[in-house]
């Protein structure tokens, strides 16, 4: 199974393809996630924010169709003080959505308590933590430097990987 994760924004998006590696008996990758391709996705504030959704949207669409994920596994909203941040990283989310269920993808939702809990057991954790346990938890490229916004999608593609193993009806 292959799983599209992001997390989502409109200035950077992390976006990440996960797909669970089966490897060879006693293999250290056996088991875990291979991370497929992972970016950054970033716009220009230069951009009106209607060409800028635009953008997001076609980034989206184009990896769904090279990577052809089954599921979307994004990070729900958190509250924040800036309102205005809030609406459009909301609208950025509808986008991404949109592109998804127009694919065929099933929609997977995860609140950052949800995403700490699945990639480092506790449900407070902080950055760091969780970019040493996705480290651990995939195989990937340790030598390839990973931005903060693709490591997220990285632990976002998990934890619905973790939902998945639970609740196989996804």
Known sequence: ??????????????????EKNAGKPFDKAQGKEQVVFSECFKTS????????????????KNIIKKYKPEVLSIETLFLTTNQKTVM??????GVIIYEAIKAGLKIFEASP?????????YGRADKKQITRMVQMLVNMDKKEKKLDDELDAIAIALT??????????I
């Open 88 to 93: 459009h990283v909301a609208e950025a989310r």
């Open 113 to 121: 308590p949800q995403i700490k809990i699945a990639t480092t057991g």
């Open 1 to 18: 199974m292959r799983i599209l994760g992001v997390d989502p924004g409109f200035e950077r998006v992390g976006i990440a393809i996960l």
């Open 160 to 169: 619905a990987f973790a939902h998945i193993k639970r609740y196989p009806h």
């Open 45 to 60: 504030v230069k951009l009106e924010f209607a060409e800028r959704l635009n953008l997001i949207g076609e980034e989206i």
